[in-house]
T-cell receptor, first 113, second 109 residues
Framework: SAVISQKPSRDICQRGTSLTIQCQVD?????MFWYRQQPGQSLTLIAT?????????ESGFVIDKFPISRPNLTFSTLTVSNMSPEDSSIYLC??????????FGQGTRLTVV | QKEVEQNSGPLSVPEGAIASLNCTYS??????FFWYRQYSGKSPELIMS????GDKEDGRFTAQLNKASQYVSLLIRDSQPSDSATYLC?????????FGKGTRLHILP
């Protein structure tokens, strides 16, 4: 498995501002993933964070709104930019170990007011 | 058709009985399949992975895979109140893992 530390665990933000979420893994991993889980919904993949190259975004998500950094093999950040109430959600960092099994950080519960 | 489909529930099962959770997927080339458990307010936790047709048992949990029918299931024997949670079926597609919406399971004491 992997130990994943994600912070902040929760935040309340004003609309129009930005929040950066950090994800730290206890071992080197090739790929890190960012998911969003809206209330009562399942996990939606936002993007794959690759070390040494730009993140790969899923349909419906764009770099201007969700810029991602991946400076090394144990760390990544996701920024939620120019926030609106619709961005209120839980954001989860994930890594894959072994045969593509995914492990998750504790999540960041974001409320935009 | 959604990539991974699950009945959202809630599924209510008496304590001590077998809980059966089902999932279908659309991508025939998928090779890896997972069940995650998510308690309210917590992040998902991997409980089973299965890669080949048939059954895979781990304690009270049995995962079943039928690639021809594109069907994955999870059986929980001797259900306990602590098993009450949302169970997410997940399927690998390329380098990504795609999740179903989850089935809420409620174990009745």
């Amino acid at each position: 498995s992997a130990v994943i530390s994600q912070k902040p665990s929760r935040d309340i933000c004003q609309r129009g501002t930005s929040l950066t979420i950090q994800c730290q893994v206890d071992s080197q991993v090739t790929m890190m993933f960012w998911y969003r889980q809206q209330p009562g919904q399942s996990l939606t993949l936002i993007a794959t964070a690759n070390q040494g190259s730009e993140a790969t975004y899923e349909s419906g998500f764009v770099i201007d709104k969700f810029p991602i950094s991946r400076p090394n093999l144990t760390f990544s950040t996701l920024t939620v930019s120019n926030m609106s109430p619709e961005d209120s959600s839980i954001y989860l960092c994930s890594v894959e170990k072994g045969r593509t099994e995914a492990f998750f950080g504790q999540g960041t519960r974001l409320t935009v007011v | 058709q959604k990539e991974v489909e699950q009945n959202s529930g809630p599924l209510s099962v008496p304590e001590g009985a077998i809980a059966s959770l089902n999932c279908t997927y659309s991508d025939r080339v998928s090779q890896s399949f997972f069940w995650y458990r998510q308690y309210s307010g917590k992040s998902p936790e991997l409980i089973m992975s299965i890669y080949s047709n048939g059954d895979k048992e781990d304690g009270r949990f049995t995962a079943q895979l039928n690639k021809a029918s594109q069907y994955v299931s999870l059986l929980i024997r001797d259900s306990q109140p602590s098993d009450s949670a949302t169970y997410l079926c997940a399927v690998q597609r390329d380098d990504k893992i795609i999740f179903g919406k989850g089935t809420r399971l409620h174990i009745l004491p």
